[in-house]
T-cell receptor
Framework: SQQGEEDPQALSIQEGENATMNCSYKTSINNLQWYRQNSGRGLVHLILIRSNEREKHSGRLRVTLDTSKKSSSLLITASRAADTASYFCATPKAAGNKLTFGGGTRVLVKP | DARVTQTPRHKVTEMGQEVTMRCQPILGHNTVFWYRQTMMQGLELLAYFRNRAPLDDSGMPKDRFSAEMPDATLATLKIQPSEPRDSAVYFC??????????FGEGSRLTVL
């Protein structure tokens, strides 16, 4: 099974609303990363949070990490139609940043 | 603007044919990854190179798949012979040891 699992699998919201998705993982990590994938495109890195960090912000993105619960959340505030994409969490499986990805959350932002 | 370049972007072939996908990683990156993405399995790691040396190809069907890095500017993924179940989007990504991965746009393979 995959190291990271996102929840929910799909999310539909109106433009301007916030979108929250969660990621759970199984083993100890030194960092957790979030990526976005637009339809038909490659993945794009959004944010990396280290195991000694609890929260990180980047523009309209807010990521939290709870290592005691082995979980992370990604919040997109004031969503836009352009935020429509799939969002993946990824964790390194071993030294050297060998990333394994979850199944992703498909987000639809309706204008 | 540095980016990972993959060719071909699309490939349609018949079962039994050889398929070669190529990737030019970002100059200076020391890790290169091949992933396969399907609706059913999601993103699967096929192979992983560090400083051009193959470190992990445990996710790759050994009998028909092979991955190489003949030099620092080229990574290849070969399927011989191809089968319909190999139909997927294949992504190459490169990065440094401790940071983010940069993905190419993918090679969409259809095996008839």
């Amino acid at each position: 099974s995959q190291q990271g699992e996102e929840d929910p699998q799909a999310l539909s919201i109106q433009e301007g609303e916030n979108a929250t998705m969660n990621c759970s993982y199984k083993t100890s990590i030194n960092n957790l990363q979030w990526y976005r994938q637009n339809s038909g495109r490659g993945l794009v890195h959004l944010i990396l949070i280290r195991s000694n960090e609890r929260e990180k912000h980047s523009g309209r993105l807010r990521v939290t990490l709870d290592t005691s619960k082995k979980s992370s959340s990604l919040l997109i505030t004031a969503s836009r139609a352009a935020d429509t994409a799939s969002y993946f969490c990824a964790t390194p499986k071993a030294a050297g940043n060998k990333l394994t990805f979850g199944g992703g959350t498909r987000v639809l932002v309706k204008p | 603007d540095a980016r990972v370049t993959q060719t071909p972007r699309h490939k349609v072939t018949e079962m039994g044919q050889e398929v070669t996908m190529r990737c030019q990683p970002i100059l200076g990156h020391n890790t290169v990854f091949w992933y396969r993405q399907t609706m059913m399995q999601g993103l699967e790691l096929l192979a992983y190179f560090r400083n051009r040396a193959p470190l992990d190809d445990s996710g790759m069907p050994k009998d028909r798949f092979s991955a190489e890095m003949p030099d620092a500017t080229l990574a290849t993924l070969k399927i011989q012979p191809s089968e319909p179940r190999d139909s997927a989007v294949y992504f190459c990504a490169s990065g440094l040891d401790t940071g983010e991965l940069f993905f190419g746009e993918g090679s969409r393979l259809t095996v008839l």
